[in-house]
């Protein structure tokens, strides 16, 4: 648990503090399930709904209190999660909560009641630097997604024409069967002229002889995600090798430059310089990369407007691609570890041309 974090928080802002969101739960407590984590006076109480509580109660230390979403009889008293809440806190001075993790009902009914602080960045920022469990974690998620990366790479060497849908299964089935419990996002497998879209769905469009296949996949492992991106190419094409070349000289040069105390923007615009020198600015159309941790989404954005500094055991992607439509597309992608000196890169596998 890292409830030593919210105790440094509270007596900083002189607040109680409401904890919601499953990803914000899991963080601070280990638990995985839905509620709300109410830290006043030094005290930590978790509020679960009934069905979780057989969840909540392998939580040692700490109060569990359990109500019911729901009224089962006339002679049932419902009890409601903003009723304890509010009850748990009455003697508080202020409140301070996750607004990125609150309804606009339940902040309005906290707001009604006491001064409320939005402290969603500062949880961003707790949670962006890793601690070395789950660094851990993550390097491990990124052990199984190498394994996937490499099936689906034998799988295409072998000149079948196996479907997006069919490979996309295979990486899942990989990533089970070598200890993910689950897989950060659903598997991109995509072909062909569907390489040309950034979030392709898989579909039953079989991979044919010279088609670019853009494969972007993680593991999820102990709750911490993993994010890598390779681009294959089942036949030599002259037009995708270029696009190919610059993709990587414009990912190898932002990475070059990771380190903590520059400013995210700074990575994102040395990627961005380098494709559109090539020509194909227009055509890179995301940010240059985003945090991983136990979302595969979280905080620094790695974009040109980012405002986030780097800072050490931070875990960031660097994924520049560019994307003709209707044509073909080429992503490549990394998860890393920001140091104090070169990133720490969690290489998958970089069989490509």
Request: contains cysteine; hydrophobic residues 40%; aromatic residues 8%.
């Amino acid at each position: 648990m890292r409830l030593e974090k919210l105790k440094k928080l509270s007596e900083e802002l002189n607040s109680c503090i409401v904890i919601s969101g499953e990803s914000n739960l899991f963080y601070f407590l280990g638990y995985d399930g839905v509620g709300s984590l109410i830290y006043c006076d030094g005290i930590p109480t978790l509020i679960v709904p009934a069905l979780e509580e057989n969840r909540a109660s392998l939580i040692k230390g700490i109060d569990t209190e359990i109500y019911f979403p729901i009224k089962i009889s006339d002679n049932f008293i419902q009890s409601s999660l903003v009723s304890i809440i509010l009850d748990k806190i009455r003697n508080a001075s202020k409140v301070s909560l996750d607004a990125n993790w609150s309804s606009i009902p339940f902040y309005k009914a906290i707001e009604s009641k006491f001064p409320v602080q939005d402290i969603s960045e500062n949880i961003l920022k707790i949670r962006a630097v890793k601690d070395e469990d789950e660094l851990e974690f993550i390097k491990r998620s990124g052990d199984i997604t190498a394994e996937a990366m490499k099936v689906v790479s034998e799988r295409l060497s072998e000149g079948v024409e196996f479907s997006e849908k069919f490979l996309s299964g295979i990486i899942d089935y990989t990533m089970k069967i070598s200890g993910a419990e689950d897989y950060a996002f659903p598997s991109i497998v995509a072909a062909g002229p569907n390489s040309s879209k950034p979030h392709h769905v898989p579909t039953d469009y079989k991979v044919a002889r010279g088609d670019p296949v853009v494969v972007d996949i993680g593991a999820k492992y102990n709750g911490y995600c993993f994010d890598s991106t390779r681009t294959f190419l089942t036949e030599k094409r002259d037009e995708v090798r270029k696009i190919y070349e610059v993709v990587l000289e414009a990912q190898l040069e932002a990475i070059d430059a990771v380190v903590a105390g520059i400013q995210a923007s700074e990575i994102d615009k040395i990627a961005r310089k380098v494709i559109e020198k090539a020509g194909y600015g227009r055509y890179f159309v995301h940010s240059t990369g985003h945090g991983v941790g136990i979302e595969v989404h979280e905080y620094p954005p790695v974009s040109f407007n980012s405002n986030a500094i780097l800072e050490k055991n931070m875990v960031i992607t660097v994924e520049p691609g560019i994307y003709i439509g209707g044509k073909h597309g080429v992503r490549i992608e990394d998860t890393m570890i920001v140091t104090e000196g070169k990133p720490i890169v969690i290489e998958t596998i970089y069989k490509l041309l």
